[in-house]
């Protein structure tokens, strides 16, 4: 079974306290492609190696099912930075 925008969701905001999450499904519909925007508290102090793999753990079992996934990871400063830049 493919895996869906809310099984993601639901499973991101199970393990993290979220800010802001953005999920897009990059494969037209069929569950294999995923690219996520999490920006949580509890990436502070950590590099972006940390909290991908704090996202990665908490994620496996979605992972596992998919081609491809990519995330980006802010702390809600980095995010409102981000935000800040890209108008």
Request: aromatic share 6%; proline share 3%.
């Amino acid at each position: 079974m493919p895996v869906t925008v809310e099984d993601l969701e639901r499973a991101i905001r199970v393990a993290f306290p979220v800010s802001h999450l953005a999920i897009e499904d990059q494969s037209s519909g069929c569950g294999s492609s995923y690219a996520i925007l999490l920006v949580s508290e509890v990436f502070e102090g950590k590099n972006t190696l940390a909290r991908h793999r704090l996202i990665n753990q908490a994620l496996k079992q979605e992972i596992s099912q998919l081609h491809a996934f990519s995330q980006k990871s802010f702390t809600p400063a980095q995010y409102a930075a981000h935000q800040a830049k890209s108008g």
